[in-house]
């Protein structure tokens, strides 16, 4: 019989299980994008300082197979693409945006950004995205979405600040 993921909740207490959670999803939505052959859009939610671009880090570096990958945040240049070639040959686009900085975009700012094909293509994670709302829900017929909020726990664990990592929209098959 096999299991099919949905959602999950856990609370992080480091950097790096952050990272270690966000390099499991990173398989499952490898997974998803595989079967599907379309494009997958993970939306990270949390507030300013809580780990969104530690969980895009994580992430990126399990999608192109480098522990070692630097990931800076795409804070002020608004995207990085990171690209790997799958077993078959064929590339992969893992596409990060950081919406913090948009205010008053239309659909034509949007588009500008080259979102239509990587959303309709590509693996994107996006830091910020009821900055993009609008332009974003015109799109779920063409990709799939995982929504990933992070917020810090009510209390500290050990000693260390944790955060809880919610994430959904799965919908996986193992």
Same mark, same amino acid.
């Given at each position: 019989?096999?299991?099919?993921? %949905?959602?999950?909740?856990?609370?992080? %207490?480091?950097? +790096?299980?952050?990272?270690?959670?966000?390099?499991?999803?990173?398989?499952?939505?490898?997974?998803?994008?595989?079967?599907?052959? %379309?494009?997958?859009?993970?939306?990270?939610?949390?507030?300013?300082?809580?780990?969104? *671009?530690?969980?895009?880090?994580?992430? &990126?570096?399990?999608?192109?197979?480098?522990?070692?990958?630097?990931?800076? #945040?795409? #804070?002020?240049?608004?995207?990085?693409?990171?690209?790997?070639?799958?077993? @078959?040959?064929?590339?992969?686009?893992? %596409?990060?945006? @950081?919406?913090?900085?948009?205010?008053?975009?239309?659909?034509? @700012?949007?588009?500008?950004?080259?979102?239509?094909?990587?959303?309709?293509? @590509?693996?994107?994670?996006?830091?910020?995205?009821?900055?993009?709302?609008?332009?974003?829900?015109?799109?779920? *017929?063409?990709?799939?979405?995982?929504?990933?909020?992070?917020? *810090?726990?009510? +209390?500290? &664990?050990?000693?260390?600040?944790?955060?809880?990592?919610?994430?959904?929209?799965?919908?996986?098959?193992?």
């Amino acid at each position: 019989m096999k299991t099919r993921f %949905r959602s999950f909740t856990t609370i992080v %207490r480091s950097p +790096k299980q952050m990272e270690k959670i966000a390099g499991r999803t990173a398989k499952l939505v490898i997974e998803k994008q595989k079967a599907k052959n %379309r494009g997958v859009c993970i939306l990270l939610n949390g507030s300013v300082g809580v780990g969104k *671009s530690v969980f895009a880090r994580g992430f &990126i570096r399990e999608f192109v197979r480098n522990p070692e990958e630097i990931v800076p #945040s795409p #804070s002020y240049l608004l995207e990085q693409e990171y690209m790997v070639k799958n077993e @078959d040959g064929e590339s992969k686009i893992v %596409r990060h945006f @950081d919406f913090y900085r948009l205010e008053g975009m239309n659909q034509t @700012d949007w588009m500008a950004l080259g979102l239509n094909e990587a959303l309709t293509n @590509d693996v994107c994670l996006i830091e910020w995205p009821n900055k993009g709302a609008c332009f974003l829900q015109n799109h779920a *017929s063409t990709t799939d979405f995982v929504t990933v909020n992070i917020q *810090s726990s009510d +209390k500290d &664990i050990e000693n260390e600040r944790s955060r809880v990592v919610e994430v959904e929209g799965l919908d996986i098959q193992t």
